[in-house]
């Protein structure tokens, strides 16, 4: 059972920058492909990045490509969501998750399906002002 804990959330300026954090718990994720999700007042939940278990393999939304990298450090068990030019339009809760161990990201026509996702942390604000 893996136990999510997104942190990094907060106010910032459009233009800025943010990084946030998801710290893993419970077993190690060296062996989980692990997303970022989003998710805004009165929207249905967003994909906006993921990252394999193995290769390095990374995904991203159109809106955040060349804006936003996701990375991990398995020593640490956290995976980062680096925001960079942030715009009011990523304002929301960020949600961290999980894949079943072994799992490639779900992938599908260039974007990634919530449902493919075991684990789910608690979710971040994010809020950007212009």
């Known amino acids: 059972q893996v136990q999510l804990v997104e942190s990094g959330g907060g106010l910032v300026q459009a233009g800025k920058s943010l990084r946030l954090s998801c710290a893993a718990s419970?077993?190690?994720?060296?062996?989980?492909?692990m997303g970022w999700f989003r998710q805004a007042p009165g929207k249905e939940r967003e994909f906006v990045a993921a990252?394999?278990?193995?290769?390095?393999?990374?995904l991203y939304a159109d809106p955040v490509k060349g804006r936003f990298t996701i990375s991990r450090d398995d020593a640490k068990n956290t995976v980062y969501l680096q925001m960079n030019g942030m715009k009011d339009e990523d304002s929301g809760v960020y949600y961290c998750?999980?894949?079943?161990?072994?799992?490639?990201?779900?992938?599908?026509?260039?974007?990634?399906?919530?449902?493919?996702?075991?684990?789910w942390g608690q979710g971040t604000q994010v809020t950007v002002s212009s």
């Open positions: 990252i394999s278990w193995v290769g390095g393999v990374t």
């Open positions: 998750a999980a894949v079943r161990d072994y799992g490639p990201i779900p992938e599908n026509d260039g974007t990634s399906d919530s449902r493919g996702y075991d684990y």
């Open positions: 419970g077993q190690t994720i060296n062996r989980n492909s």
